[in-house]
């Protein structure tokens, strides 16, 4: 994509826009999440099209929602890998609502730059460490998001039910398990892509703000959690497909926590390793100009 400083300065006003929409919609308007989750959608697709190219970004897309897509299905049908579950309404793309997989695509995304950052870029000039680790660091941090949302929308609200229950609040750890299986795959199948597609590829080298923008927008996310713990002051008793009770305040409360312990402890920590990075870098550059040995 051409003019970079351009599309850079656009995107930290979607970034702004996009925080701004989330967490209003967290606590004043629930019912517009879908298209929060589309519009999340659009800025991962030009974001990765900066680093990536068009061609990269949409292998992430298509790999993304294939991939996703056929695990959903294969856990619904059969327990594998997720566990036993059923979606309760929307339209459906097989069994699986048709904003699943966009929504899948925006966060994980995310979840990967945020790997990129903690670990290094994949790219064939490089070792082969981070095609290894960069999928492992961001389906982590996918399933991060996963635990600070799963028992609000399905003990709560039933967009899906566990029908087994499970120990977290309705949700069964076999849940989680396979958020990272299914996540891993398709992170592993870009990045193998990356690694393997032709020299020069890839785009120009972009600056810290661009990783920036993608670890701020992961870190709304997890801030999300949180208000609408603090917003959400009622309490009610609800209970899962096991027949066990659970305290709609206690599941809030404790989305909030692993919010902050999981989803901004590794936004913070993403911000500090670039931080480091910039000083590192301005450290070089005077020594370079000075003759000092860094």
């Known amino acids: 994509m051409r003019n970079t400083k351009t599309w850079i300065k656009f995107l ?10 989330r967490l209003a919609t967290t606590a004043f308007a629930p019912s517009l999440t879908i298209p929060v989750v589309m519009a999340s959608a659009v800025f991962a697709l030009i974001h990765g099209a900066l680093r990536y190219r068009w061609s990269g970004i949409l292998a992430f897309l298509v790999v993304c929602l294939v991939v996703s897509n056929i695990l959903e299905n294969t856990s619904i049908l059969t327990g594998f890998p997720f566990g036993h579950y059923h979606y309760t309404s929307g339209p459906m793309l097989f069994l699986v609502p048709w904003f699943i997989g966009p929504s899948y695509f925006a966060t994980a995304y995310l979840a990967w730059m945020v790997g990129v950052v903690l670990v290094g870029d994949v790219r064939r000039e490089v070792s082969w460490f981070p095609t290894v680790a960069v999928p492992v660091i961001g389906s982590a941090v996918m399933v991060m998001w996963d635990l600070t949302f799963d028992p609000t929308a399905s003990t709560i609200k039933h967009f899906w039910i566990w029908e087994q229950g499970g120990g977290y609040f309705g949700v069964p750890l076999t ?17 193998l892509f990356l690694r393997l597609r032709r020299a020069g590829a890839d785009s120009l080298p972009l600056p810290a703000s661009y990783y920036a923008q993608a670890v701020a927008s992961y870190a709304v996310i ?12 009622g309490n009610r008793v609800v209970t899962d497909a096991a027949g066990v009770v659970w305290q709609t305040r206690s599941i809030t409360e404790a989305e909030a926590a692993v919010s ?4 901004i402890f590794v936004s913070v920590l993403s911000g500090m390793k670039m931080l480091q990075a ?5 450290h070089a550059s005077t020594a370079a100009r000075t003759g000092i040995a860094a």
């Not at 997890?222 to 002051?233: C, I, N, P, Q």
Request: without cysteine; glycine residues 6%; neutral net charge.
């Open 278 to 282: 910039l000083a590192d870098g301005r």
């Open 12 to 21: 930290w006003v979607l970034v702004v826009l996009l925080a701004v929409t």
């Open 222 to 233: 997890g801030v999300a959690a949180v208000l609408s713990y603090l917003v959400f002051t």
């Open 260 to 263: 902050i312990f999981t989803m």
């Open 175 to 191: 849940n989680y398990v396979g958020w990272f299986f299914t996540v891993y795959v398709f992170l592993q199948l870009f990045a």
